[in-house]
């Protein structure tokens, strides 16, 4: 039995890496992202690209020239309860992996729009252009509302 939410998705992560790129590519293909927007390489972990990266810890992370990465938080049920407080992490813990992945991949998008501030990414989530789902907006209205800011 698992009792490391975070351990427990990243093997998950790690045995079904890819097809999970391949879902996660056209997850963002279906947003409006660009082919210049999805995915990245990772030398440090020896991927040459991808857009779902499963060693990585977090839910994602963006390039300064845009470009987005999804890792192996999407699976974790306990990714956001540090930062973002209980209500956003039930929340989060609770939604479909669609969702998740919207409100990831909509933190990152406007992350980026905004010149890399998270805080401004958290603002403008729930509101993004991208078409996301209801839910997705349900948790990044969450994660603003919940964040304990470092």
Request: zero cysteines; charged letters at 30%.
């Amino acid at each position: 039995m698992w009792h490391d939410p975070a351990q427990h998705a990243r093997d998950f992560a790690q045995r079904y890496a890819e097809p999970l790129d391949r879902l996660v590519a056209v997850r963002m293909e279906e947003l409006g992202l660009s082919m210049d927007q999805i995915g990245m390489p990772d030398d440090d972990r020896g991927i040459p690209w991808a857009a779902f990266h499963p060693l990585g810890k977090q839910g994602g992370y963006n390039s300064p020239d845009g470009r987005i990465v999804v890792e192996s938080g999407l699976f974790n049920i306990d990714l956001l309860r540090d930062d973002s407080g209980e209500e956003a992490a039930k929340l989060y813990a609770e939604s479909d992996v669609t969702s998740r992945l919207d409100a990831i991949i909509a933190h990152e998008y406007e992350e980026h729009r905004h010149g890399g501030s998270h805080v401004d990414a958290l603002k403008h989530a729930p509101s993004t252009g991208l078409p996301i789902t209801d839910r997705a907006r349900e948790i990044a209205r969450a994660m603003q509302k919940g964040w304990r800011g470092r």
